[in-house]
């Protein structure tokens, strides 16, 4: 079972920017595609981004596009989300996920079968 680790989370002022990382273990990382989720106080999990195996597709929800942005080192075995622009309305704990296959889409949180612990973002107004 692949564990993932999350960093990069914190207290930033609206129009901040902060980096998160997701670290896989295990040699299978390049074989898979990976999310971005986030889950507000009194709100579902919701998609935020996703990445092909390759690197070479991504997706965002609506309201972050342009803004932030998600890539991966598969050497590192390291996904990243670059936040930038951020808005009180994107606090909310963020957690990494690993699909189960290598395509990346607008896919749910069923369509993933692992998962980070997760980490604080607080954006203040």
């Known amino acids: 079972q692949v564990q993932l680790v999350e960093s990069g989370g914190g207290l930033v002022q609206a129009g901040g920017s902060l980096r998160l990382s997701c670290a896989a273990s295990g040699r299978t990382f390049s074989n898979y595609a990976m999310g971005w989720f986030r889950q507000a106080p009194g709100k579902e999990r919701e998609f935020v981004a996703a990445i092909s195996y390759s690197g070479g597709s991504a997706y965002y929800i609506d309201s972050v596009k342009g803004r932030f942005t998600i890539s991966r080192d598969n050497a590192k075995n390291t996904v990243y989300l670059q936040m930038n622009s951020l808005k009180p309305e994107d606090t909310a704990v963020y957690y990494c996920?690993?699909?189960?296959?290598?395509?990346?889409?607008?896919?749910?949180?069923?369509?993933?079968?692992?998962w980070g612990q997760g980490t604080q973002v607080t954006v203040s107004s």
């Open positions: 996920a690993r699909r189960s296959g290598r395509l990346a889409g607008y896919y749910g949180p069923d369509d993933y079968n692992s």
